[in-house]
Each structure stands twice: as C-alpha cells, then as structure tokens.
C-alpha cells in the first residue's frame, strides 16, 4: 500500500495542497497517497490519531489547527518552537509525532526565487498574528538591516518584537507609526481575505521595492493592487505555498522537488500566467 499523507484543515476542500504533493510525487517518482482531511474544529487530535493508526505517515496542517498541531507533537523543531505553530507533522520510526514549520523557510525560499535579497535591507512586515509569528525566524536569519512589524493593534506588534529581539534588529508599532520607505514590504495580516486594505501611508516603498502579499488569489490582492499604483513590484504567496510544501515533501521522503514546474501547474489551475 502507498505511504499516506493529508492536509488537515476546517474548511480544506479548497486546499492546493493535495495538488502540489500528487505534482511532487509524480515528479520524483515517490508512491503516496495525499488527501485531505476535514477534521472537527474541537478535534484535531481526535483526527491525526485515527489518520496514525489506520497508516498515515505525516500531514500539512492548516487553518485553523497549526496551534493543535503544535499541541500534540511529541518533539518540536527549532523553528516550530518559535513560531509557535506547527504545518507539518512527521510520524518517526518510533510512531512518535515530530512537529516542524516550513512557511518561515518557504517564504525565505520564495524571496529568494523572486531575487529579493533581505540582507542589510529594510524590511516592513503588516500584521502580528500567527502567520507572520510563523515566518518571523527564518527572514531575520537573512539578516535584513532592520525589521519593522507594524500592526492594527500596536501592542500585538511591540510584544512580537520584543520576543524576537535576539534574533535580530526588530522594532514594532502600530500602522500609524510606521516611518521612512522599505525595500520590501510584507502583507502578513488577514486583511487580503476581507478585501480590506489596511490604512498605509503611501511613502512606503523605496525605489525598486517590493511588495509581498503571503495571500494569493486568481487576482490580485487589494494590496498588490495599491502597491503596484505605488511603483512597487507585486509578488503574492503562491511561490511561498509551493517552497513550504517542498520542504514538508523534503522532510518526509528525503527528496527535493524541482519547485519551478509546480509553480507553474498551480497559476495555471488559478487561471493565470505566473
Ligand atoms: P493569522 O493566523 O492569519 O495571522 P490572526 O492571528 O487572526 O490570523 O491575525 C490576523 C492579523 O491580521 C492580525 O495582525 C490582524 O490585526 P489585529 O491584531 O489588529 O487584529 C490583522 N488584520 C486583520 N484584518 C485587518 C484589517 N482589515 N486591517 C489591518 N489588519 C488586519
């Protein structure tokens, strides 16, 4: 029987998930089988167990269980520690749930695609939940000159700052208080998926800037939108999606898919030209 795998998420009919792993699979000539699990919202744990037993072998997790996951795993990565959420389990040789977190890395990777450097850039994250907690540790390993994160209500910002002050030079505030013009700019907040666009005074972007959306839509976000009017260059999050999936595929089969194909597969089921 193939090896099994799953996203696990509430709602997660909409999740490209199964389509890039089967893509992955087929690429590196990997047997699995990978699925999608709608778990109860009040039992995650309830889900991954029955998953276990009846041979699952690891999992992407999605919203709104990255904080169950990251519950129930027995041992964490590093980088699962300081996000404080976890999108991938592992089930080891021992039947023991390991917990990882590849959206930090997968963003970093993403970047990278796109030849944005971060180092001894300044960069502005908008919001401070638990997306961009999750991606906090890997940018600030590429040792940007300063991180601003800038948040609708300050203090979520400020307390996220201070937890990560030893990484790095990172300052937060509110939305009102950011100051000065960025070479990259990072939408982490929820605000895309309302349609909103959050109040950002217009200096914002120095010249060549980019600005990175981590939502991703047949169109382009509201943000993407405003920026690309401000002379920024848009990059949305579906590259990120992609790169946190290969590393998840990575951390299972102990092989790299070649993420180019796949990205390409992924616009093209969205409708449009990457
Ligand atoms: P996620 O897991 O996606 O990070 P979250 O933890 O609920 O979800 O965080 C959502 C983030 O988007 C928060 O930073 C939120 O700002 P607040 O902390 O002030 O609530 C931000 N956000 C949501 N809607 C927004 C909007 N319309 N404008 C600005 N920020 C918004």
Not at 117 to 120: E, H, I, R, S
């Given at each position: 029987m193939a090896d099994r795998y799953a996203v696990f998420g509430n709602p997660v009919a909409h999740s490209k998930s199964p389509l890039i792993h089967s893509a992955f699979a087929e690429q590196t000539g990997q047997t699995l089988e990978y699925t999608a699990v709608e778990a109860p919202q009040d039992d995650f744990a309830g889900a991954w167990l029955r998953f276990v037993q009846e041979g699952g072998r690891g999992a992407n997790v999605t919203v709104p269980f990255k904080g169950d996951a990251y519950a129930l795993s027995a041992t964490l990565s590093h980088r699962a520690r300081r996000a404080q959420a976890v999108n991938t389990l592992i089930v080891g040789g021992n039947g023991r749930t390991y917990g990882d977190n590849t959206d930090g890395v997968g963003l970093a990777r993403d970047l990278a695609y796109h030849g944005v450097?971060?180092?001894?850039r300044r960069v502005l994250i908008v919001g401070a939940g638990g997306a961009v907690r999750g991606v906090l540790a890997p940018l600030l390993e590429e040792e940007p000159d300063e991180l601003v994160i800038a948040n609708r209500t300050a203090e979520k910002a400020v307390a996220l700052a201070e937890a990560f002050s030893d990484a790095g030079r990172v300052t937060g505030g509110g939305l009102e208080a950011i100051s000065g013009a960025f070479d990259l700019v990072i939408n982490g907040s929820s605000a895309s998926l309302a349609g909103d666009l959050p109040p950002l005074p217009d200096t914002l972007f120095a010249p060549g800037a980019t600005a990175y959306d981590m939502m991703y839509g047949a169109e382009p976000t509201v943000f993407l939108r405003w920026a690309k009017a401000q002379g920024a260059t848009p990059t949305d999050g579906l590259g990120m999606l992609v790169e946190q999936a290969a590393e998840s595929f990575f951390l299972w089969r102990s092989v790299r898919p070649d993420t180019a194909a796949v990205r390409a597969r992924l616009r093209d089921a969205l409708g449009k030209a990457e």
């Open positions: 450097a971060l180092k001894g």
